[in-house]
């Protein structure tokens, strides 16, 4: 299906959907600032669409070729936020919530806020811990709060980064998010990001970034969470299983692919090889056996 757009909080976001008309529709969120056209995601949406399934691909705010957006609690949250009001536009009444790393988290938050919208629950590759905590302070908000204090908001329009890009990538796939940002002005875009910040600030009872533990509990719906790799720093292990004692009654399983595969996909990634959710099609077979129980 070609590309749609949709005005969600006076912010533009573009999506689409793969699959059959009257599939049911999962909508699959993908990490980082990552684009839903990065490497890895279409490829996995083919696959739960060839399995039946409506797939909702979308730019979340922040994200490809969506307008930027700087408001809410966190940016997990602004999202959460965002998908909720997208699919009351839409018509669409429940869904599956899929995300993997950073996606996955999101999809956490989302099913917090808005719980009557899910059916099922699916994460994997979730980020959490000291390190990547505070790795992802450095990839999302570190360098924002540098930048706009040095050099106002004209250096955040001309930020590159990783993770999807940086500012400048955003500005460039989308024209109206320089004036967007021009808009929100250095102080309002400085006092967000110190906000959100926060969320990345290691915590106890914080087993995820910004969501405290006691949350969890919010959650009813069935869940399933994939194991961390044994070496993943990025998606630790222990994370996984906290999350899983946290949902209850989820399942947890061994991952569908590869142990080492995040580290393989980031140093192909790394040699301009490929993605790095490359690996995430091969768990469409187990995504597919859970949400069809």
């Not at 969600?8 to 599939?23: A, C, F, K, M, Q």
């Not at 329009?157 to 109206?176: F, M, Q, T």
């Not at 875009?189 to 969501?211: C, H, Q, Y």
């Not at 949902?247 to 140093?267: F, H, N, V, Y």
């Amino acid at each position: 299906m070609a590309e749609e757009q949709v005005e969600v909080n006076g912010g533009i976001v573009v999506y689409e959907l793969v699959g059959p008309e009257d599939g049911e529709v999962v909508v699959l969120t993908p990490g980082g600032r990552f684009s839903k056209d990065y490497g890895g995601v279409h490829e996995l949406a083919n696959a739960l669409a060839e399995g039946g399934k409506r797939v909702l691909l979308w730019d979340r705010p922040n994200c490809g070729k969506s307008d930027v957006q700087v408001f809410g609690r966190s940016e997990s949250h602004m999202r959460a936020e965002t998908l909720g009001l997208m699919l009351e536009r839409l018509g669409i009444e429940r869904v599956v919530a899929a995300g993997g790393s950073g996606g996955a988290r999101d999809m956490i938050v989302f099913t917090q806020m808005y719980p009557e919208k899910v059916r099922k629950l699916l994460t994997w590759c979730i980020v959490g811990g000291t390190y990547s905590t505070m790795s992802l302070a450095g990839v999302y908000i570190m360098n924002e709060l540098r930048t706009v204090r040095a050099a106002g908001i004209e250096g955040v329009i001309k930020l590159g980064g990783v993770a999807g890009g940086g500012w400048s990538a955003l500005c460039e796939a989308n024209p109206r998010n320089a004036d967007r940002l021009r808009a929100i002005g250095a102080e309002e875009f400085e006092r967000v990001m110190t906000r959100w910040l926060d969320a990345f600030i290691p915590k106890p009872n914080e087993s995820i970034p910004g969501v405290p533990d006691w949350e969890f509990d919010l959650i009813k719906v069935p869940a399933l969470v994939v194991r961390g790799g044994e070496k993943d720093y990025d998606h630790p292990k222990r994370t996984s299983y906290e999350v899983h004692a946290l949902i209850k009654g989820s399942r947890l399983i061994e991952p569908p692919w590869p142990e080492d595969a995040w580290e393989r996909a980031a140093e192909a990634t790394g040699q301009g090889r490929g993605a790095l959710f490359d690996f995430w099609q091969l768990g469409a077979a187990e995504f597919l056996k859970f949400i069809d129980e």
